[in-house]
């Protein structure tokens, strides 16, 4: 599996509880979508904040998934501030270098701020893996063809 923008291999690595597949050169991530019947047991509540539009400013990249080459696609995710670029054919997405580590500290202000409990490594976790769900790229599509 090649970088969509440097064509190099990509890395299997460990981030924030996460296996990802990462380029030796940009430090961007490729999550691939997973399997649909490992996601259906997830279970996510959050709230008010998943109702409405959660996608904006989608546009097409020249970077290209590496499954199937289609040009990605580029979306603000709204719920935090997140830019991620995403196959048109539900492959997976990409995330630049250290994008995750930005939201991941977003997150712990707003543990913080909340009091909670959770982890935000533990939500990180749960978000990407919602990500990576078929509801999330059904959405997502519904976005694109708007
Ligand atoms: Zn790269
Ligand atoms: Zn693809």
């Not at 923008?5 to 961007?28: A, F, I």
């Amino acid at each position: 599996m090649k970088c969509p923008r440097c064509k190099l291999d990509l890395t299997t690595t460990e981030r924030y509880k996460l296996k990802v597949n990462q380029c030796p050169s940009c430090h961007g991530m490729w999550f691939e979508q997973a399997e649909l019947g490992e996601l259906e047991d997830e279970v996510f509540d959050f709230g008010d904040r998943w109702k409405g539009s959660l996608f904006i400013d989608s546009t097409v990249t020249a970077d290209q998934c590496p499954e199937c080459s289609a040009q990605l696609q580029k979306f603000q995710y709204r719920f935090y501030d997140l830019q991620m670029e995403v196959c048109p054919n539900q492959h997976g997405y990409w995330l630049e270098a250290d994008e995750d580590t930005r939201v991941l500290e977003l997150m712990k202000r707003e543990e913080a701020d909340l009091r909670r409990k959770l982890l935000a490594e533990d939500k990180w976790a749960a978000t990407l893996r919602h990500m990576r769900s078929g509801s999330f790229f059904s959405r997502l599509r519904d976005k694109f063809t708007k």
